[in-house]
């Protein structure tokens, strides 16, 4: 079971209280991942990645294991313990003002 | 007894105003979507329980919300705790999914060179006349979606966007927005829109075709001031019973055509300036409109501190300001182009919001105004539904 740390406004958005627990088919990384999310949680569509290129959106990062994956390709294996559900992948607003 | 119902949006969120028909003692709801921008709320004409918001971010981009029971609950068209559970399968998640026709092309960008069309945000949603499920929206980058299946899925209407002079359309301050829209109520193949700064434009069939409709407006700060696009026009308002009559508050003047807009006439008579975000009409008098005029270029504050609306009873050209009730000293918000508008009971009451957080209403006109809130997050919208 993976774990997703969710941003608190896409918490609110997808009504979730706590980080998501979610199932993965295949290889762990930012593309399956963001797509069992998505495919779970389908309010959330468009507010991580493009809907249509997929690009990550400039302000959201990705990170696993204390490490910044946000440039990374998508599709590169994630550590093993993201993939055992030791750590979460966690996704994060950048911080900006306002 | 009759009530209001008015829809606030704020740079932190969305709140609800009620009252009943006396409009003298308010319950405030919210913040709705607490801590995103609320840039429209909305409800049908047809269904005032269907509201439609537009919730924006810099950080997670563009999502719409849906509420079917007047603002208690909200949902993303498709995604309801009832969809999310259909033996149908989960929704395909695209009520925010805002995707320009095709190749999405260049417009004019500040220092004159060409910039691609790029989706930023949903600045003003119109649910239709007469199907709670139509709605337009009214994008930045300049642009005109609909859905015909309240919300869940948007297509463009990129007649508009195509048009030959596309390439000369220009953003303005706050970005190249389509902020109005008007559907005639006699013949609703008509629309006309505005766009920041373009111009107006309107179709005869229901958005295939436009023309841009800017004969008469002068913009003397830009390279040719009666050109055919690039007039930085702030808001157009249209009483029901008199399609055909446009008001328009545009930077640097107030405008009137009596023919669709085919032809404007400078109506800004005795106004202290010739700026100023929102216009509206009086419910019941078709000749009574309302500004706010606003300090410009630069300021985008009310001339002298003092916070007045202006009422025409003549349809332009002979303004009173109207102050009972406003503050008349050291005021210096600004009234955004969104952020007004009118109830239909009778006195008609007159509504406006501020960037400093206030919601001003008048119940007898514009005579005089009283605060409904001081202290809300700056006011980007304001619309009332009259309820029976």
């Not at chain 2, 395909?92 to 190749?103: H, Q, T």
């Not at chain 2, 220009?170 to 609703?188: E, V």
């Not at chain 2, 669709?260 to 008098?285: C, M, R, T, Y």
């Amino acid at each position: 079971m993976i774990r997703v740390v969710l941003p608190p406004h896409l918490r609110a958005l997808a009504r979730v209280e706590d980080e998501v627990e979610l199932e993965v088919n295949g290889s762990v990384t930012q593309r399956s991942i963001l797509d069992a999310l998505e495919s779970r949680y389908p309010m959330l569509r468009g507010t991580m990645r493009d809907h249509v290129t997929q690009i990550r959106r400039p302000l959201v990062r990705f990170f696993a294991c204390g490490e910044d994956v946000s440039h990374e390709s998508p599709d590169a294996a994630l550590p093993e313990a993201v993939i055992s559900g030791t750590e979460p992948f966690v996704i994060i607003g950048a911080i900006a003002g306002g | 007894m009759s009530s209001v119902r008015v829809l606030v949006g704020t740079r932190k969120g969305a709140f609800i105003l009620t009252a009943d028909g006396a409009r003298k003692r308010w319950k405030v709801s919210g913040p709705h979507f607490a801590g995103w921008e609320i840039y429209h709320v909305k409800g049908s004409p047809v269904n005032p329980n269907r509201i439609y918001a537009s919730q924006t971010s810099g950080w997670f981009g563009q999502i719409i919300q849906r509420s079917d029971d007047g603002g208690k609950t909200w949902n993303t068209p498709g995604s309801s705790p009832e969809e999310l559970k259909s033996a149908d399968g989960m929704p395909r998640g695209e009520s925010n999914k805002f995707v320009y026709d095709g190749v999405a092309g260049t417009h004019q960008w500040y220092d004159g060179t060409q910039h691609p069309w790029e989706f930023k945000r949903v600045w003003h949603l119109e649910p239709s006349p007469n199907d709670p499920d139509h709605v337009y929206a009214g994008v930045e980058d300049a642009a005109l979606f609909e859905s015909r299946d309240g919300g869940k899925s948007w297509r463009e209407l990129s007649g508009l966007r195509k048009h030959d002079t596309g390439p000369k359309w220009q953003p303005g301050a706050g970005g190249m927005c389509l902020h109005t829209i008007l559907i005639d109520p006699k013949n609703p193949q008509r629309i006309s829109v505005a766009i920041s700064a373009a111009g107006a434009f309107r179709t005869d069939d229901g958005g295939a075709t436009w023309k841009p409709i800017n004969r008469g407006l002068r913009s003397q700060y830009i390279p040719d001031p009666t050109a055919e696009v690039g007039h930085c026009v702030h808001r157009i308002a249209m009483h029901p019973s008199r399609p055909d009559t446009l008001f328009m508050q545009k930077h640097w003047d107030v405008m009137r055509s009596d023919d669709g807009g085919d032809s404007w006439k400078e109506v800004s008579g005795n106004l202290p300036s010739d700026f100023g975000f929102p216009i509206d009409v009086h419910a019941h008098e078709p000749e009574t409109i309302y500004v706010v005029p606003i300090k410009s270029d630069s300021e985008h504050y009310p001339p002298s501190g003092r916070l007045r609306v202006y009422r025409s009873r003549t349809g332009g050209n002979e303004w009173e300001a109207l102050t009972k009730g406003l503050p008349q000293r050291n005021c210096y918000v600004n009234v955004l182009r969104d952020a007004m508008s009118v109830d239909s009971l009778e006195p008609c009451g007159i509504y406006f919001g501020t960037t400093g957080g206030q919601v001003y209403a008048s119940a007898n006109g514009g005579d005089t105004w009283k605060p409904i809130v001081r202290d809300l997050p700056a006011v980007l919208s304001v619309e009332v539904q009259t309820l029976p």
